[in-house]
């Protein structure tokens, strides 16, 4: 059973920066699509942005300009750049490989909370 494993988040000041971590048990390489997701309290999961194997990025438009997403396949690690984070960032992060707009291959890991808070 493939693992991932999040990490990097914390609380930090609004206009604060994170650099998240999610580390697979499995080769990354061989998935095309790698993304994060987040999840606010009493909010549903929703994708924060993706990176395919030949490196094209998407956002959403909540983070365009402030996140970057990036994959180091030989590390088998996705990483999430965040940049001038506001309160609405705060959530519970999370990585895996989409399948659907709906559906991810892999089972979620336990996430890495992140807090925006002065």
Do not use: H
């Not at 609380?11 to 790698?34: K, M």
Request: proline share 3%; aromatic share 10%; hydrophobic share 35%.
């Amino acid at each position: 059973q493939v693992q991932l494993v999040e990490s990097g988040g914390g609380l930090v000041q609004p206009g604060g920066s994170l650099r998240l971590s999610c580390a697979a048990s499995t080769s990354i390489f061989s998935i095309y699509v790698w993304a994060w997701y987040r999840q606010a309290p009493g909010k549903q999961r929703e994708l924060v942005a993706s990176i395919t194997n030949d490196g094209r990025t998407n956002y959403a438009d909540s983070v365009k300009g402030r996140f970057t997403i990036s994959r180091d396949n030989a590390k088998n690690t996705v990483y999430l750049q965040m940049n001038s984070l506001n309160p609405d960032d705060t959530a519970v992060y999370y990585c895996n490989a989409p399948q659907s707009s709906i559906a991810t291959i892999f089972l979620w890991g336990q996430g890495t909370q992140v807090t925006v808070s002065s």
